[in-house]
């Protein structure tokens, strides 16, 4: 019997792909259950998904089976060892239960930095130069906003902490760098084939002093909701700015409110929140802030490439039974 591969998810760019790759393979079959119930249904006995082997996820279907979490993954059959999940960040996976089940996750590193990181710089320039508040006076026929010059910066000379040089984080390094600005940052470690123009800071406090913007390049988990809390938000220099293009949780996002309430911050550029798709409305009463509707990704190019990368994924199990992009928590 050939090997099956559910795509859980919508394939937007990689129809071709799917066949090239996975065609040879095994054979391919599309998400259409109707809820979650349906879905675990569809894995028994005489089922469409019965036997399959690999899984293909990404967030579209949440409305409709919810996240990967342990009462779902419990749900799922023996047979099915991978999860290529399309995407970077994989919050909306239990990876504990996963790895208790025998299955192995992946996700789509390097293939987001791009797209990312440029949506950072965008949120840094703007920030910086308060370009968002000037078009929404543009557009409302009333030309630029008196006094923007008092409160705003050129990006040259100045400091970027990076709080994780990952892919994402070391993109935006280079990107910003070329301004100049100075760039210094902090990761678990320090990065081995970082540029010699990355200063590695092991205390984050020590970091977060010289900074005047902080860029939030880790993964949501467990061991970082709110980890940008008030104690390092305080440790920020007065007047300065916080980018974040991670997850909106990693942040605690009261202690930012109250930073720009008082003045600690001077902005925020954001392009994800805690609650998505919903944001705090306090945050719309700031006029000087930047914010996105998470289009971190939002482009057809890198979209391709995730697809494509998660579905590599799957071709290297079928292949080999492992995988590149394994993430890090299932290799240790």
Aim: with cysteine.
């Amino acid at each position: 019997m050939a090997l099956k591969v559910v795509i859980c998810g919508i394939l937007a760019w990689a129809h071709e792909d799917v066949k090239a790759l996975l065609g040879p393979l095994a054979e391919v079959v599309y998400f259409d259950s109707v809820d979650r119930k349906d879905f675990l249904k569809g894995f028994q006995t005489g089922g469409k998904y019965e036997g399959a082997v690999a899984l293909f996820r990404d967030n579209n279907l949440t409305d409709k089976i919810g996240i990967f979490d342990k009462e779902l993954v419990d749900g799922f059959p023996s047979s099915i060892k991978w999860i290529a999940h399309n995407g970077a960040g994989y919050d909306q996976i239990d990876v504990q239960a996963c790895k208790a089940k025998g299955i192995t996750v992946s996700n789509t590193p390097g293939a987001v930095d791009d797209a990312s990181a440029t949506t950072a710089l965008y949120l840094l320039i703007s920030t910086f130069r308060n370009y968002a508040i000037s078009e929404r006076s543009l557009r409302e026929l009333k030309w630029k906003p008196n006094g923007l010059a008092k409160r705003s910066h050129d990006l040259t000379g100045h400091t970027l902490a990076i709080l994780g040089l990952g892919g994402i984080g070391l993109r935006l390094a280079e990107l910003a760098h070329a301004f100049p600005m100075r760039i210094i940052y902090h990761s678990r470690r320090k990065v081995a084939d970082a540029p010699v123009w990355c200063e590695y800071f092991e205390d984050v406090e020590q970091m977060l002093a010289q900074a005047d913007v902080l860029s939030v390049h880790v993964p949501l988990n467990p061991n970082t909701v709110g980890l940008v809390g008030e104690k390092w938000i305080r440790a920020l220099k007065k007047g300065a700015i916080i980018i974040n293009t991670a997850r909106g949780k990693v942040i605690d996002e009261e202690a930012m409110i109250r930073a720009l309430e008082d003045g600690h911050l001077a902005s925020v550029g954001l392009d994800v929140y805690p609650n998505e798709p919903e944001v705090n409305p306090k945050l719309l009463e700031f006029p000087h802030v930047t914010l996105l509707p998470h289009m971190g990704t939002e482009t057809q190019d890198t979209q391709h490439k995730m697809e494509v990368r998660a579905l590599k994924n799957i071709q290297d199990y079928l292949k080999t039974g492992s995988g590149k992009d394994i993430i890090p928590e299932m290799k240790s």
